[in-house]
């Protein structure tokens, strides 16, 4: 069974710093690319970030040098650093496996105050 747990959401004020986890399980971790989505009420899901199996990561432009994923195989999991929080940031934010299929955790709610 296939399990990506996402944590470390909350509420921050604007331009302070948050980190998501997310912890996968029944995958063959490191030959998935990861990524990590956000939705915002209103609005479709979009990407925030990728990485992929080798470690390239690309980000939308909205998050470019504010956000920074990585990964760590050994603990199977991928994390969303965050810095410089905005209003518009604020959403559910997803983790997402690509592996040869595609799977989804179940979110963690990011608030960033102004």
């Known amino acids: 069974q296939v399990q990506l747990v996402e944590s470390g959401g909350g509420l921050v004020q604007a331009g302070g710093s948050l980190r998501l986890s997310c912890a996968a399980s029944?995958?063959?971790?490191?030959?998935?690319?990861m990524g990590w989505f956000r939705q915002a009420p209103g609005k479709q899901r979009e990407l925030v970030a990728h990485i992929t199996s080798s470690s390239t990561t690309t980000y939308a432009d909205s998050v470019k040098a504010r956000f920074t994923i990585s990964r760590d195989n050994a603990k199977n999991t991928v994390y969303l650093e965050m810095n410089s929080l905005k209003a518009e940031d604020k959403a559910v934010y997803y983790c997402n496996a690509f592996c040869t299929h595609v799977y989804w955790g179940q979110g963690t709610q990011v608030t960033v105050s102004s």
């Open positions: 029944g995958i063959i971790f490191s030959i998935c690319a």
